[in-house]
Each structure stands twice: as structure tokens, then as C-alpha cells.
Nanobody
């Protein structure tokens, strides 16, 4: 069993910054990748950014140049620095982790955090 605990959401004015954190705990035989997704009211959940165990990153076009994802493998933690925030970034942000299920790292499973609200005012 794996738990993901998120922090760092809140209310910020347009142009401001926030830093999200997500720590994974439980039975973890290594993490294949972690990332952040977001969902605004009436919209589909969408990928924001991911980082894998080799520190390769992937970003949605809408956040490139503004958001930076990083990880701390020793702490099983992923971070996302969000700069130059826009009202359209307002959403619930969900942490995701794909976790290896054994020391042999053949099978993996996905886990989701509870979500943290990010609100950007004009």
C-alpha cells in the first residue's frame, strides 16, 4: 500500500508563484515515475508535468517555461515550482506515482494523491 501526501496549494495573484510537494510512503520498491495532473471544474483531468527515475521531464505545452518539476529519490518526493501563474492555472492538482511492486521491478502500479487546490486570481 502506498500513500501520497500533497502540500503547497493555495491562493495566489496572477504572476505569483507556488511550490507543490508530494511525498510517497508505504511499500515502495522504487518509483518508476511521478508527476502532477490537474482538473478544473467541468474539464477533463490533464497531465501537467512528469519526471521519471532518470530525471527525464515532460510538460504540457501550456506550462512550458513557467513550471519546473523535480524529484528527490531518497525521499520519494516530487516537487513542482510554478511561476508566472495565470488564472487559467486554477484547478485541483493531483500527485501521481507509478511504483514498482517488487525488488525485481517487473510489475508496477499507479497511485494518486487526494488533490490540492490552486487558485490564481486576476
Amino acid at each position: 500500500q502506498v500513500q501520497l501526501v500533497e502540500s503547497g496549494g493555495g491562493l495566489v495573484q496572477a504572476g505569483g508563484s507556488l511550490r507543490l510537494s508530494c511525498a510517497a510512503s508505504g511499500t515502495i520498491f522504487g518509483i518508476n515515475n511521478m508527476g502532477w495532473y490537474r482538473q478544473a471544474p467541468g474539464k477533463q483531468r490533464e497531465l501537467v508535468a512528469t519526471v521519471n527515475s532518470g530525471d527525464n521531464t515532460n510538460y504540457a505545452d501550456s506550462v512550458k517555461g513557467r513550471f519546473t518539476i523535480s524529484r528527490d529519490g531518497a525521499k520519494n518526493t516530487v516537487y513542482m515550482q510554478m511561476n508566472s501563474l495565470k488564472p487559467e492555472d486554477t484547478a485541483v492538482y493531483y500527485c501521481y506515482a507509478n511504483v514498482w511492486q517488487s525488488v525485481y521491478r517487473i510489475r508496477s502500479a499507479g497511485y494518486w494523491g487526494q488533490g490540492t487546490q490552486v487558485t490564481v486570481s486576476s
